[in-house]
C-alpha cells in the first residue's frame, strides 16, 4: 500500500493550488484522511482531516481558505488551497487510516511523501 502525494509548486500569494494523495495497492476501505503540513523550524500541523463519511476538520489558520475533499471511488483526497498566504509554505504530507482485511478491521497508518508548497509575497 502506498500513498502517492501530487500537485505542489510555486504560486503567487493570493492565488491558488490543489494537492492531490492518492492510495493505491491492496485495501480494503480507507477510514480518515488527513493533510499535514511541516515548514523549516516548525512542527509539524494538521491542516485538515476528512473521515470516510465526509466529515471535515481545519485548522483555524485555514479554514475558509482550505478545502478538503476525498473521492472513495478513487481512494483520492484533494487539498484545495485559495487566498494562499507566504505562511502556508511548507511541505504538505498526506496520511490515512486504512483497513487492509475485512476481518481483522484493525486500521493501519500510512503516509505518502511530501509535496512542496512555496508562496511567493
Known amino acids: 500500500v502506498q500513498l502517492q502525494a501530487s500537485g505542489g509548486g510555486l504560486v503567487q500569494a493570493g492565488g491558488s493550488l490543489r494537492v492531490s494523495c492518492a492510495v493505491s495497492?491492496?485495501?480494503?476501505?480507507?477510514?480518515?484522511m488527513n493533510w499535514y503540513r511541516q515548514s523549516p523550524g516548525k512542527q509539524r500541523e494538521l491542516v485538515a482531516s476528512i473521515s470516510s463519511g465526509g466529515t471535515t476538520n481545519y485548522a483555524d489558520s485555514v479554514k475558509g481558505r482550505f478545502t478538503i475533499s476525498r473521492d472513495n471511488a478513487k481512494n483520492t483526497m484533494y487539498l484545495q488551497m485559495n487566498s494562499l498566504k507566504p505562511e502556508d509554505t511548507a511541505v504538505y504530507s498526506c496520511?490515512?487510516?486504512?483497513?487492509?482485511?475485512?476481518?481483522?478491521?484493525?486500521?493501519?497508518?500510512?503516509w505518502g511523501q511530501g509535496t512542496l508548497v512555496t508562496v511567493s509575497s
Open positions: 496520511n490515512a487510516k486504512i483497513q487492509l482485511s475485512h476481518f481483522t478491521r484493525k486500521l493501519y497508518d500510512y
Open positions: 495497492g491492496s485495501v480494503d476501505s480507507v477510514a480518515s
